[in-house]
């Protein structure tokens, strides 16, 4: 169980997020949804050690930020909202360092970032420049690089989790339905995935619990039905949402209306996007 | 047939093989080097039949001993050692900035290690007595390191925030460490004598011609021990590649491996200055060539770089004492021949990335 009690991070001035609550399962999906700004990305960051926060934070019992980064990189892989690769690594190459991250080498470490890559449909790519992928192959080899290190969603130490940042939002239809399959077997096998999505339709699909950030606090947090309701998402994204409920299969489907963005600036008649990164 | 197939491991994208080829092949080119260099020179000796004399248990010639054992022996071994210390310390310092333009050479370190070099020849002298007998023949090599130590620190301060590296910023800055190091051994060339200054001259330009066993024991094994600590770096440095944050994430102590690195090329680049004075591109071209041919992976990079950049300056060094022997030219004006246009080749490459 991945819990944070009173999180608070403040960066420069700023209280970035302000004594935040979290919970998050393993054996399930956990989706953070919010406004551009509210924290999503600072919350992943301080959950998986990376920034210096306040509060109480305890993963399966221990203070991840006891933890040295080796023990800690056993435990559960982030994919960063961003990435960059500084030299002309392969695709197989930036996987295989993910392999190795998570203790494996030799003939094991190929078999594993050869196995991440078919996961997220990249085989084909192994032996190109990564630097020369297009932005969603990159996202998709980062994945695969961070499937490699935590590959068992359960370890000796207990479950392992994947942080991931956005990990579908440079991504086509069917590449975003296959990282949704394969967040929800990671967490089927035993594992835990927190994922910060954009989409409120796939979240509705994938989430077994939703939490809502606006501000840098946790409004809302629960399963779909709870969390993905007008009345709850509507003052905090500012602008009209229906949420349609269709039958087969059973999903929601969360879309704008057109022309209610009450956000500064936005003019009556101009379609507002609700999607942008 | 298909259960091989299967089991074999996957190659498309596997370039470690490459790699390990690539690691034999610069081991014969090095040795070929070493023998071309003991060959090579304005005295008549021969290699071979020195050899068979040492084979047969025989003592060589006073001749022989001269020439091969007390002027083309050290040398060699300075030239190896110090090439492979500028090919590691380019590579490690690209790793550590994250960039393929770094160099210890081009970004002020080099020249933070000649200050420190060039203070403790002029002003040795005026050390208390008691310091220089503590320090003796280690002055000149400690005053390197900590001069190129400090310039490394200044310019990754200054060039890196939140763990990113602005390449402007980072050349800039390098510019100006370097002028400032220059101006500040310009005014201790004010103070040097006759000697120190025919010294400092040819010493700045570059050069193996004062190798000597004395200066290579102490040189030596700062040069070797700084080359061994970057085997800890190659896991590190690769995962740097992905970000700080991401090498935090995939399990490394990044701010003990950054402090290591900066470690490493300072004491790997100082030992090298205070023995050959400024020796600039081996740092640059290797490692760029390398990754070319087999790939960015550190564990490979940073032992074919010491081997490729041994072999490199060793080869320089065959030039510089042939070319109008029986004078010599500095060995740092054959590696800025030979490399400048290669690091010009580079950034036309780069030229859509580089943006400044
Ligand atoms: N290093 C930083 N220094 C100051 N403010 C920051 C920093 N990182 C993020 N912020 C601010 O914190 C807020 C939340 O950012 P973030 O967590 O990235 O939002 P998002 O929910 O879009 O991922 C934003 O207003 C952002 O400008
Ligand atoms: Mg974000």
Same mark, same amino acid.
């Given at each position: ?23 998050? #399962? ?20 301080? $959950?998986? !050690? ?26 559960? !892989? ?28 030799? +003939? ?62 440079? $991504?086509?239809?069917? #590449?975003?339905?296959? *990282? ?12 835990? *995935?927190?994922? *910060?999505? #954009? ?14 950030? +606006? ?43 057109? !022309? ?18 | ?69 007390? &002027? ?69 090599? &400690?005053?390197? =390191? ?12 200054? @060039? ?19 002028? /400032? ?30 190798? @000597? ?26 995962? /740097? ?42 740092? &640059? ?14 564990? =490979? ?9 041994? @072999? ?21 004006? %054959? ?6 246009? %290669? ?14």
């Amino acid at each position: 169980m991945l819990e944070a009690r009173d999180l608070t991070v403040r960066l420069g001035r700023r209280t970035i997020l302000d004594g935040l609550d979290f919970l998050a #399962h393993p054996g399930e999906v956990t989706v953070i949804v919010g406004p551009n700004g509210s924290g999503k990305t600072t919350l992943m960051r301080a $959950l998986t !050690g990376e920034i210096a926060a306040e509060g109480r934070l305890s993963l399966d019992g221990t203070d991840p930020r006891g933890l040295r980064p080796w023990e800690l990189a056993r435990r559960r !892989g982030v994919m960063a909202q961003f990435a960059g690769l500084a030299f002309p690594f392969t695709v197989l190459e930036v996987v295989r360092l993910g392999a190795e991250a998570g203790g494996q080498s030799g +003939d094991a470490a190929d078999a594993r970032a050869g196995a991440a890559l078919r996961r997220v449909d990249l085989e084909g790519h192994a032996a190109r420049l990564y630097q020369e992928l297009s932005g969603g192959e990159q996202a998709r080899a980062q994945l695969a690089r961070v499937l490699a290190q935590v590959w068992e969603p359960e370890g000796p130490e207990g479950p392992r989790w994947l942080f991931l940042d956005e990990p579908v939002a440079s $991504l086509d239809v069917a #590449h975003q339905l296959q *990282v949704m399959d394969l967040a929800r077997d990671y967490a089927r096998a035993g594992g835990g *995935v927190i994922a *910060v999505m #954009h989409d409120l339709s796939l979240t509705a699909t994938i989430a077994d619990r939703v939490v809502l950030l +606006d501000e840098g606090r946790a409004v809302a947090a629960g399963p779909s039905e709870e969390v993905l309701r007008s009345a709850v998402l509507e003052p905090v994204y500012r602008c009209r949402l229906d949420v349609i409920r269709l039958d087969d299969p059973p999903r929601l489907i969360v879309t704008p209306r057109p !022309g209610t963005a009450t956000l500064a600036g936005a003019a009556p008649g101009i379609t507002a996007s609700a999607t942008a990164g | 047939m298909v259960a091989i197939a299967e089991a074999a491991a996957p190659t498309a994208g596997d370039r470690r093989q490459r790699a390990r080829r690539t690691t034999l092949g610069l081991m014969v080119l090095t040795l070929v080097a070493a023998w071309a260099s003991l060959a090579t020179g304005a005295a008549e000796v021969s290699l071979a039949e020195a050899l068979g004399r040492l084979a047969r248990g025989e003592p060589l010639t006073l001749h022989q001993q001269v020439v091969l054992m007390d &002027i083309r022996l050290p040398r060699l071994a300075t030239g190896l050692l110090v090439g492979a210390a500028l090919a590691v310390s380019g590579a490690v310092m690209q790793g550590l900035f994250r960039n393929p333009l770094a160099d210890p050479g081009l970004v002020g370190v080099g020249a933070g290690a000649g200050l420190g070099a060039v203070t403790a020849i002029v002003l040795g002298g005026f050390l208390p007595a008691s310091l220089a007998a503590l320090t003796g023949t280690y002055t000149v090599p &400690i005053a390197a =390191f900590l001069g190129g130590w400090a310039a490394t620190l200044i310019l990754y301060r200054v @060039s890196t925030r939140a763990g990113r590296t602005s390449v402007a910023t980072m050349l800039l800055a390098g510019i100006a460490l370097g002028a /400032l190091a220059g101006a500040a051994t310009g005014l201790l060339v004010y103070v040097a004598d006759d000697q120190q200054l025919r010294d400092l001259t040819f010493w700045g330009l570059g050069s193996l011609a004062g190798a @000597s066993w004395t200066k290579l024991a102490v040189a030596g094994p700062i040069m070797l021990t700084a080359m061994a600590g970057t085997l800890w770096l190659a896991r590190g440095l690769n995962g /740097l590649a992905l970000g700080e944050a991401a090498a935090a994430h995939m399990g490394i102590a990044v701010q003990r491996m950054k402090n290591l690195a900066i470690l490493a090329v300072a004491g790997a680049t100082g030992a090298a200055v205070a023995v050959s004075g400024g020796i600039g591109f081996v740092g &640059i071209v290797v490692p760029h060539l390398l990754r070319l041919a087999t790939g960015p992976d550190h564990r =490979f990079l940073l032992p074919n770089a010491a081997l490729l950049g041994a @072999s490199l300056l060793v080869g320089a060094d065959i030039l510089s004492r042939s070319v109008i022997a029986p004078a010599e030219l500095p060995i740092g004006i %054959v590696t800025a021949l030979l490399g400048a246009p %290669v690091f010009l080749w580079i950034l036309l490459r780069r030229r859509g990335v580089l943006d400044l």
